[in-house]
């Protein structure tokens, strides 16, 4: 059973790649605690560039605290702490003199939830990210916004609705307009937190797609619940369980012959 | 089954009938009340209508109980509007920017120690403020503010004094100031629930593009928030156009044109308190009711935009 | 891909020199709403501070005993107080609680218990109106109502101008307390085979008790403070009443709108006055606020 979930060309593509693509960002020994819980504990791990890394476990294990962790998102919140190093080609992002805001640019973000501005047109929100670094210049506005919708397959259904407010698209639109705002920055990271768990399959699909489509030029980092789509579209995949990372290999390996006990059980669905 | 349908499925018995009379007949006083607010006031000014004309006596530009005998009540209109815009003019960015602290910046402990302290301003009487102003702000005012500005127009813009007025301390100025401070609590309510509304995803994703705080709120905060802000604002207009004591104690009671800035003024609710209690002539008093009549009618259209602004605030949030 | 890196260059340098201005910004909007917020609240910490200074410095034993009499007795530094105001806002502020209660609390279990009653809509509308409406006009409704019938300013007029004022605010957070009351309660004393008004007096109205004596309290201190709908209608009297029932019947003193007199009247020693009742009338309509909070927190504690 296990080996129908990974796609015959999938599983050749992956045993082709061998992880010869730089790691663009490491993490030694990261702890995550709220309060006095414990959220994620020790984890060290490496993430390629031009790689599809997902992180699976059950509800609760970590995965997006481990996520959020990677552009210093739980400093928005009170009583968190983060310590251990998280290093972006090679400088640590939580150190002394770093700002976190240049880390969020650099380190860009997707939710679970589409959140296109409401008050905001299309274009004003694809583009928003760019106006907040001080691009004014209108032609190059445009063009930024244009490349990057077609990197998130919405052009051509919104270019000439491109006025029309971001909340008049449909969901998984939406969604695709939440990627366009955050590649239009040209981040050099994608962190994508369980981004199709809200959207129909259909739209699901386009996603899948253009993640793969994107992960030539990106580090992509991706959340999910859903093995198959782990399977369909990632290039590793890191096993999460109660704060830990248990396991972290190549997804074919991973999903066809995993080495830990724990990540067995959780694949063959034993407990979700 | 809904429970309105179960309401209707309870049996009657004996009594209730009775009770729900009882109620009918307490509840109705206050659509009697309503109803006889407007009545009355229209009964009682009707002499004064019928004396000037409707729009005689709404565009009249004198008052004068005592020689001529005229009344006109444009003066106080135009002294309500430019003292209850005025105000709100200068309560608006105070207050959001006080909402925004609360909501966004301050620690909780802060936060809720701001908001009472807000709240309190809007508990304290209008005669207290009314008192604080005559002694304290007022001469403030007229020292630090006033007549150096005055002092100054005298040396070098003489042409300008017409328009300043004399600075007593007592006038339009001070008393659209305090109206401001008066208002601030309502504004900063409304603002302050609407920001709170904001779904956490937006502020999130705004400071996932690498914003800064101010950028955040700039971005994906207020603008998310202008259907509260823009509720508050005539929340705070209505409760300034019906503002009495403090205005009338620090309004100067001038009752003719022209006004001035620093001079004195006089809105609706200002002459009523001050010339009611006195007013022997019956033209007088019913001009002081048809006064109270536009008032009334103000003060309800006010109120019908601040609801229907609330009802599309909350259907936008569905 | 050479158009592509060189966008990317542009940009980046565009982003550098605008960052430093954008942190500069931030930090200077943070200043800017902090010290809008200081202003906000300095007016109310300054002004609680000279009615408590002054208001201290102008209460005497006299204070809540004498009578005000004319400007002469002040002047000459004769006995005088304000106790005949004490006592006649005492009067007049019970009795527009007494009068207002029936009605405020019809109002909201009529809207609270039955929602579908046809008088509804109209009572709803009328409500809001009547609460946006300044209580200066409520002044005027008791005059024409009350004062020009009876030929004389009186207390009852002034008792009705405020539960005019009151009435409303009560009847609004009566039905909010009583919709507040879970169904079950209700269920259960139907189930037991009460009718329907036995039910709701018996069983919903305790239920929401400290709602509802919260909410008469705040509409309380919202009344206790206004001057102007008192004053054309229990006018103010410098004296005494020869009866006591001259408290309801003639002219009678209240604390707000005493004060009014005393500050614009031309009188030093009214104008000490007058902060000494500022700081009585602040004291009293605080208690109120913070009797209605613990009441609040202790419902919270309960529930």
């Given at each position: 059973?296990?080996?129908?979930?990974?796609?015959e060309?999938t599983?050749l593509q992956?045993?082709?790649k061998?992880?010869?693509?730089?790691?663009?960002?490491e993490?030694?020994?990261?702890?995550?605690?709220y309060?006095?819980?414990?959220?994620?504990?020790?984890?060290s791990?490496q993430?390629?560039?031009?790689?599809?890394t997902?992180?699976i476990?059950?509800?609760?294990?970590?995965?997006s605290?481990?996520?959020r962790?990677l552009n210093?998102?739980?400093e928005?919140?009170?009583g968190?702490?983060?310590?251990?190093?998280?290093?972006?080609d090679?400088?640590?992002?939580?150190?002394?003199?770093?700002?976190?805001?240049?880390?969020?640019?650099?380190?860009?973000?997707?939710?679970?939830?589409?959140?296109?501005f409401?008050?905001?047109?299309?274009?004003?929100?694809?583009?928003?990210?760019?106006?907040?670094?001080?691009?004014?210049?209108?032609k190059?506005?445009?063009?930024?916004?244009?490349?990057?919708l077609?990197?998130?397959?919405?052009?051509?259904e919104?270019k000439?609705?491109l006025n029309?407010?971001?909340?008049?698209?449909?969901?998984g639109q939406?969604?695709?307009?939440?990627?366009?705002?955050?590649?239009?920055?040209?981040?050099e990271?994608?962190?994508?937190?369980?981004?199709?768990?809200?959207?129909?399959?259909?739209?699901?699909?386009?996603?899948?797609?253009?993640?793969?489509?994107?992960?030539?030029?990106?580090?992509?980092?991706i959340?999910?619940?859903?093995?198959?789509?782990?399977?369909?579209?990632?290039d590793?995949t890191?096993?999460?369980?109660?704060?830990?990372?248990?396991e972290?290999?190549s997804t074919?390996?991973?999903?066809?012959?995993?080495?830990?006990?724990?990540t067995e059980?959780?694949?063959?669905?034993?407990?979700g | 089954?809904?429970?309105?349908?179960?309401?209707?499925?309870?049996?009657v018995?004996?009594g209730?009938?009775l009770?729900?009379?009882?109620l009918?007949?307490?509840?109705a006083?206050?659509?009697?009340?309503t109803v006889g607010?407007a009545?009355?006031?229209l009964?009682g000014?009707?002499?004064?209508f019928?004396?000037?004309?409707?729009?005689?006596?709404?565009?009249?530009?004198i008052?004068d109980?005592?020689?001529?005998?005229?009344?006109?009540?444009?003066?106080?209109?135009?002294?309500?509007a430019v003292?209850?815009?005025?105000a709100?003019?200068?309560?608006?960015?105070p207050?959001v920017?006080?909402?925004v602290?609360?909501?966004?910046?301050?620690?909780?402990?802060l936060?809720?120690?701001?908001?009472?302290l807000?709240?309190?301003?809007a508990?304290?009487?209008?005669?207290?403020?009314?008192?604080?102003?005559?002694?304290?702000?007022?001469?403030?005012?007229?020292?630090?503010?006033?007549?150096?500005?005055?002092?100054?127009?005298m040396?070098h813009?003489?042409?300008l004094?017409?328009l300043?007025?004399n600075?007593v301390?007592?006038?339009?100025?001070?008393?659209t100031?305090i109206?401001?401070?008066?208002?601030?609590?309502?504004?900063?309510?409304?603002t302050?629930?609407?920001?709170d509304?904001?779904?956490?995803?937006?502020?999130?994703?705004?400071?996932?593009?690498?914003?800064?705080r101010?950028e955040?709120?700039?971005?994906?905060?207020?603008?998310?928030?202008?259907?509260?802000?823009l509720?508050?604002s005539?929340?705070?207009?209505?409760?300034?156009?019906?503002?009495?004591?403090?205005?009338a104690?620090?309004?100067g009671?001038?009752?003719?044109?022209?006004?001035?800035?620093f001079?004195?003024?006089?809105?609706?609710?200002s002459?009523?308190?001050?010339?009611?209690?006195?007013?022997?002539?019956?033209?007088?008093?019913?001009?002081l009711?048809a006064?109270?009549?536009?008032?009334?009618?103000?003060?309800?259209?006010?109120?019908?935009?601040a609801?229907?602004?609330?009802?599309?605030?909350?259907?936008e949030?569905? | 891909?050479?158009g592509?890196?060189?966008?990317?260059?542009?940009?980046?340098k565009?982003?550098?020199?605008?960052?430093?201005?954008?942190?500069?910004?931030?930090s200077?909007?943070?200043?800017?709403?902090?010290?809008?917020?200081?202003?906000?609240?300095?007016?109310?910490?300054i002004?609680?501070?000279?009615?408590i200074?002054?208001?201290?410095?102008?209460?005497?034993?006299?204070?809540?005993t004498?009578?005000?009499?004319?400007?002469?007795?002040?002047m000459?530094?004769?006995?005088?107080?304000?106790?005949?105001?004490m006592i006649g806002?005492?009067v007049?502020d019970t009795?527009?609680l007494?009068?207002?209660a029936?009605?405020?609390?019809?109002?909201?279990?009529?809207l609270?218990?039955?929602?579908a009653?046809r008088?509804?809509?109209?009572?709803r509308?009328?409500?809001d109106?009547?609460?946006g409406?300044?209580?200066?006009?409520?002044?005027?409704?008791?005059?024409?109502?009350?004062?020009?019938?009876?030929?004389?300013?009186?207390?009852?007029?002034?008792?009705?101008a405020?539960?005019i004022?009151?009435?409303?605010i009560?009847?609004?957070?009566a039905?909010?307390a009583?919709?507040n009351?879970?169904?079950?309660?209700?269920?259960?004393?139907?189930a037991i085979?009460?009718?329907?008004?036995?039910?709701?007096?018996?069983?919903?109205?305790?239920?929401?008790?400290?709602?509802?004596?919260?909410?008469?309290?705040?509409?309380f201190?919202?009344?206790?403070?206004?001057?102007?709908?008192?004053?054309?209608t229990?006018?103010?009297?410098?004296y005494?009443?020869?009866?006591?029932?001259?408290?309801i019947?003639?002219?009678?003193?209240?604390?707000?709108?005493?004060?009014?007199?005393?500050a614009?009247?031309?009188?030093?020693e009214?104008h000490?006055?007058g902060?000494?009742?500022a700081l009585?009338?602040?004291?009293?309509?605080?208690?109120?606020?913070?009797?209605a909070?613990?009441?609040?927190?202790?419902?919270?504690?309960?529930?």
């Amino acid at each position: 059973m296990v080996d129908e979930l990974v796609a015959e060309d999938t599983l050749l593509q992956n045993l082709t790649k061998h992880e010869t693509a730089p790691v663009k960002l490491e993490t030694r020994d990261l702890s995550v605690s709220y309060g006095n819980n414990v959220g994620l504990s020790g984890v060290s791990m490496q993430i390629h560039d031009q790689r599809v890394t997902a992180l699976i476990g059950p509800s609760g294990c970590g995965k997006s605290t481990f996520l959020r962790a990677l552009n210093r998102m739980h400093e928005l919140n009170r009583g968190v702490t983060v310590s251990g190093r998280v290093l972006l080609d090679g400088k640590d992002i939580y150190g002394r003199d770093v700002n976190p805001v240049l880390v969020r640019r650099r380190i860009g973000m997707v939710f679970q939830k589409p959140t296109p501005f409401p008050t905001m047109s299309v274009f004003d929100n694809v583009v928003a990210g760019l106006k907040l670094q001080g691009v004014k210049n209108k032609k190059f506005l445009s063009e930024i916004c244009e490349k990057a919708l077609r990197q998130a397959a919405l052009f051509d259904e919104v270019k000439d609705r491109l006025n029309s407010p971001g909340g008049s698209l449909s969901g998984g639109q939406q969604q695709r307009l939440s990627i366009a705002r955050a590649l239009a920055i040209e981040p050099e990271v994608l962190l994508m937190d369980e981004p199709t768990s809200s959207l129909d399959p259909i739209s699901s699909m386009k996603i899948e797609e253009l993640i793969k489509g994107l992960s030539d030029e990106y580090a992509i980092v991706i959340v999910t619940h859903n093995l198959q789509q782990a399977a369909r579209i990632s290039d590793r995949t890191a096993f999460f369980y109660m704060g830990r990372l248990i396991e972290y290999d190549s997804t074919s390996d991973m999903l066809t012959r995993p080495s830990d006990i724990r990540t067995e059980n959780y694949i063959t669905g034993r407990f979700g | 089954m809904s429970d309105r349908d179960f309401i209707r499925a309870i049996p009657v018995r004996s009594g209730d009938k009775l009770f729900v009379r009882i109620l009918e007949l307490l509840a109705a006083v206050i659509i009697l009340l309503t109803v006889g607010l407007a009545i009355i006031t229209l009964h009682g000014g009707i002499e004064a209508f019928r004396e000037f004309g409707l729009t005689g006596f709404i565009g009249g530009k004198i008052w004068d109980p005592g020689v001529s005998k005229q009344f006109g009540a444009l003066p106080f209109l135009v002294g309500t509007a430019v003292t209850s815009l005025g105000a709100l003019i200068i309560a608006f960015f105070p207050a959001v920017a006080t909402a925004v602290f609360i909501s966004e910046y301050a620690p909780e402990w802060l936060a809720k120690l701001v908001d009472n302290l807000v709240n309190l301003i809007a508990a304290v009487p209008s005669v207290v403020i009314g008192l604080w102003g005559i002694f304290v702000f007022v001469p403030w005012m007229r020292e630090a503010v006033y007549q150096p500005v005055f002092n100054w127009a005298m040396e070098h813009y003489p042409s300008l004094l017409p328009l300043l007025g004399n600075p007593v301390g007592y006038g339009l100025t001070s008393a659209t100031i305090i109206l401001a401070l008066m208002i601030i609590p309502f504004i900063v309510a409304l603002t302050k629930d609407a920001i709170d509304q904001v779904p956490v995803e937006q502020r999130e994703a705004a400071y996932a593009l690498g914003a800064t705080r101010w950028e955040v709120i700039r971005m994906a905060v207020l603008p998310y928030s202008k259907g509260g802000i823009l509720a508050g604002s005539i929340l705070g207009l209505g409760r300034a156009l019906g503002e009495t004591m403090a205005v009338a104690m620090l309004i100067g009671n001038k009752n003719t044109f022209p006004f001035s800035l620093f001079g004195p003024g006089a809105t609706i609710p200002s002459v009523i308190i001050s010339e009611f209690r006195e007013a022997v002539s019956s033209m007088h008093l019913s001009s002081l009711m048809a006064i109270g009549l536009l008032l009334f009618v103000i003060s309800m259209l006010v109120n019908m935009l601040a609801a229907w602004m609330g009802k599309k605030v909350r259907n936008e949030r569905a | 891909m050479k158009g592509h890196d060189e966008m990317i260059n542009e940009m980046r340098k565009i982003e550098e020199k605008a960052f430093i201005w954008r942190q500069i910004r931030s930090s200077a909007m943070f200043v800017v709403v902090t010290l809008s917020t200081m202003l906000v609240i300095a007016p109310l910490v300054i002004m609680i501070g000279y009615v408590i200074v002054n208001g201290l410095g102008a209460i005497d034993a006299d204070f809540f005993t004498g009578e005000l009499g004319s400007p002469a007795r002040a002047m000459a530094g004769k006995e005088t107080g304000l106790g005949h105001t004490m006592i006649g806002t005492f009067v007049v502020d019970t009795l527009a609680l007494i009068i207002s209660a029936p009605i405020g609390v019809a109002a909201g279990i009529l809207l609270s218990e039955y929602p579908a009653h046809r008088l509804n809509p109209l009572l709803r509308v009328m409500n809001d109106t009547l609460n946006g409406m300044p209580a200066i006009m409520k002044g005027l409704l008791a005059f024409a109502l009350i004062v020009r019938p009876m030929g004389t300013f009186s207390g009852l007029s002034g008792s009705v101008a405020l539960a005019i004022v009151m009435i409303p605010i009560a009847a609004r957070s009566a039905e909010s307390a009583l919709s507040n009351v879970p169904w079950a309660i209700r269920e259960a004393g139907l189930a037991i085979g009460l009718p329907r008004w036995r039910v709701i007096m018996s069983a919903v109205m305790p239920a929401a008790k400290n709602g509802l004596v919260t909410g008469f309290l705040l509409a309380f201190a919202r009344a206790a403070g206004e001057a102007a709908p008192l004053m054309f209608t229990s006018f103010g009297s410098n004296y005494l009443p020869d009866h006591w029932m001259g408290f309801i019947l003639s002219p009678v003193d209240t604390l707000p709108q005493r004060l009014y007199a005393l500050a614009v009247s031309p009188y030093k020693e009214w104008h000490t006055m007058g902060w000494g009742a500022a700081l009585v009338l602040m004291v009293f309509v605080a208690g109120l606020f913070i009797l209605a909070r613990i009441l609040t927190n202790k419902k919270l504690q309960n529930a």
